[in-house]
């Protein structure tokens, strides 16, 4: 930890080893709570557009880099709730990075899907929102891609259909974070 102090300050550190606390109750808690401080725990982390943080657009932070920077995108909440329930043990296999659009504003969001049961609707986890809703109930999102370790998805009638082996940002986030959990 000192090292993140030393580069990126105390504040930074702060975050990461409270992150880390909070995030260790977790692990004997029921999956449904799991889910549900996940999502409130780190929704609390501000928003801010790549162009402001990376100087560049759709720049996927590893969560690492989301600690320490505090702040981050649509896509930086998905990844470290990604993997923040990875690591509690939720199965990679139901999590899936998703695209979606806003059929509001029409513009393009991520959110973090959980597929509970094969053929149900999965549950959606927003950093716009504290409450987690079942993709169906979510009338303001439209799926569009799911990606996981597994590959690219499509959704039809709640089925998964797979249409590509491996996303070139997911592969490149994953060589990134294993680059990262030597120093972590």
């Known amino acids: 930890m000192a090292f993140i102090e030393q580069d990126s300050g ?16 977790l692990q004997n808690s029921s999956k449904k709570k799991q889910l549900t401080k996940t999502n409130f725990y780190l929704n609390q982390l501000l928003p801010q557009y790549d ?13 690492k880099e989301f600690l320490i920077k505090g702040f981050g995108d649509c896509e930086d909440y998905v990844i470290i709730k990604y993997f923040s329930l990875i690591k509690l043990g939720f199965n990679e296999k139901k999590l899936f990075i998703s695209v979606v659009k806003e059929t509001y504003s029409g513009g393009d969001h991520m959110v973090l899907s ?69 120093s972590f």
């Open 114 to 182: 959980y597929f509970r049961r094969k053929g149900s609707s999965p549950l959606i986890l927003d950093n716009l929102s504290f409450k987690i809703l079942t993709l169906k109930q979510r009338k303001d999102l439209m799926a569009d891609i799911f990606i996981n370790s597994t590959g690219i998805y499509k959704l039809k009638n709640n089925k998964l259909f797979k249409i590509g082996n491996y996303s070139n940002q997911y592969r490149d986030l994953i060589k990134r974070i294993k680059k990262e959990l030597k």
């Open 51 to 63: 162009q402001v943080i990376q100087k560049k657009e759709n720049h996927w932070a590893t969560p």
């Open 10 to 25: 105390r504040i930074s550190k702060n975050r990461v080893m409270d992150y880390q606390k909070n995030f260790s109750l």
